[in-house]
C-alpha cells in the first residue's frame, strides 16, 4: 500500500505545552521518484528530450535506462549493500490498485526469477530488473513526495548532536559506550532530543511508525504489540521527556538498533577526544576540575591561587567523523 507518515494514534487529551514543540521538529528528506530521477539525469548528463526517450517506452532494456534506473534506487537510499533492492522503502514509491490482491507476490517471484539470478557483480543489471519488477508489477509509480530513510553517517550525526545539545560529561557519555544508558541522569532528554531532531517523533501524535520502518525495515516495529505499547505508554506518561523515554525504553529499545547506534557514537566520540587538560597544583599535575570541550583556556583555582592549564588548545567538543 501507499507508504503514509502515520503516528501511532491513541485518544489522549494531551497538555498545551506538548503541542508547541510540534512546530520544532525536524522535517526529514522526503522526495518522489520523479524529482529523483531529474537529479539523476543532470548526475549523467541526460537531457530532458534523453529521458523522454529512455522512460517514455516503459523503461525499456538500455544502458542509459540501466544507469538512470540504478541511480535512482541510489539516490532513494532503495538500494542495499547486497546489491538487492531494500523492499520496506522502494514499495513506498509505487501504490498497487486497490482489488489487486496479487501484486507483492507477483513482484517478488519476478525479483526471484530476473533479480537474484544475476551476478552480485551487475549491479546495473540488477538494479534495473528491481526497478522493472515494481513498475511492471506492484502498481503505478507514486507522484506525492515519500520519506528517503537517513544514511547511517547522518543517524549518527543527529546522535552526536543530541548529547551536543544536551551537554553530558565525559562521564556520561562513558556509561553510554558501556551500554548502561538508563543510569544517566540524561538519557531522557537525549532520547527525545534525537527522536525530535530526526523526525521520528511528533510531539503531539507520537513516534510515526511508518517512518521508523522504512528507516529501519524492521517487521516488529509495524507490529500490533508494539502499536499497542506504544498507546499504552502514551496514556500512562503526558509530561516530556518522560514519555519518550518510556516509550523507546518499553516499545523500541529491543527493537530498534538505536541503543548500538548510541554505544558506537559515544565510543567514537572518546576516542577522538583530547586529553584531560591538566594544572599545576602546588608543584603537581593534576587534572583540571572540568572536562574542557573546545575551550582554548581554563583557569585551576588552588592554594589560594590561580594556575594556568598547561594543555589549554582543545579540540571542538563533538569532532567525530563517520
Not at 3 to 21: D, G, K, R, W
Not at 110 to 125: A, E, Q, R, Y
Request: glycine share 4%; proline share 6%; hydrophobic share 35%.
Amino acid at each position: 500500500m501507499k507508504f503514509i507518515l502515520q503516528s501511532v494514534s491513541c485518544l489522549l487529551v494531551l497538555p498545551a505545552f506538548t503541542f508547541a514543540l510540534t512546530a520544532h521538529w525536524l522535517e526529514p528528506n522526503t522526495e518522489s521518484i520523479y524529482t529523483v530521477q531529474q537529479e539523476c539525469a543532470d548526475y549523467l548528463r541526460l537531457t530532458d528530450e534523453a529521458v523522454q526517450q529512455l522512460t517514455g517506452f516503459g523503461y525499456a532494456d538500455t544502458p542509459g535506462v540501466r544507469e538512470l534506473t540504478h541511480c535512482i534506487l541510489v539516490a532513494l537510499n532503495a538500494w542495499g549493500d547486497d546489491n538487492l533492492p531494500k523492499t520496506h522503502v522502494i514499495k513506498n514509491f509505487f501504490l498497487p490498485a486497490e482489488s489487486d490482491s496479487c501484486y507483492e507476490n507477483r513482484t517478488q517471484e519476478c525479483l526471484d526469477k530476473s533479480v537474484k539470478s544475476l551476478s552480485p557483480h551487475d549491479i546495473l543489471g540488477r538494479a534495473y530488473h528491481s526497478f522493472r519488477c515494481y513498475y511492471y508489477h506492484y502498481g503505478h509509480i507514486v507522484e506525492e513526495e515519500q520519506f528517503v530513510p537517513f544514511r547511517d553517517f547522518t543517524l549518527h550525526q543527529f546522535i552526536a548532536e543530541s548529547f551536543a545539545i544536551e551537554n553530558i560529561s565525559k562521564d556520561e557519555l562513558q556509561k553510554i559506550s558501556d551500554g548502561d544508558f538508563f543510569d544517566v541522569k540524561k538519557f531522557p532528554n537525549i532520547v527525545f532530543t534525537y527522536a525530535v531532531r530526526a523526525g521520528f517523533y511528533d510531539p503531539e501524535s507520537g513516534p510515526i511508525i511508518d517512518r521508523i520502518y522504512t528507516q529501519f525495515g524492521l517487521p516488529e516495529i509495524v507490529s500490533e504489540n508494539t502499536r499497542n505499547c506504544v498507546c499504552a505508554v502514551r496514556q500512562q506518561h503526558f509530561g516530556e521527556p518522560t514519555r519518550t523515554y518510556e516509550l523507546f525504553k518499553q516499545c523500541f529499545a529491543n527493537i530498534l538498533p538505536t541503543p548500538d547506534l548510541l554505544r558506537s557514537v559515544a565510543q567514537g566520540l572518546l576516542e577522538s577526544s583530547p586529553s584531560e587538560a591538566t594544572c599545576n597544583v602546588c608543584g603537581a599535575t593534576t587534572s583540571a576540575p572540568h572536562y574542557g570541550y573546545g575551550s582554548s583556556s581554563v583557569t585551576c583555582s588552588v592554594c589560594d591561587k590561580s594556575n594556568e592549564i598547561i594543555h589549554t588548545k582543545l579540540p571542538p567538543r563533538y569532532n567525530i567523523k563517520y
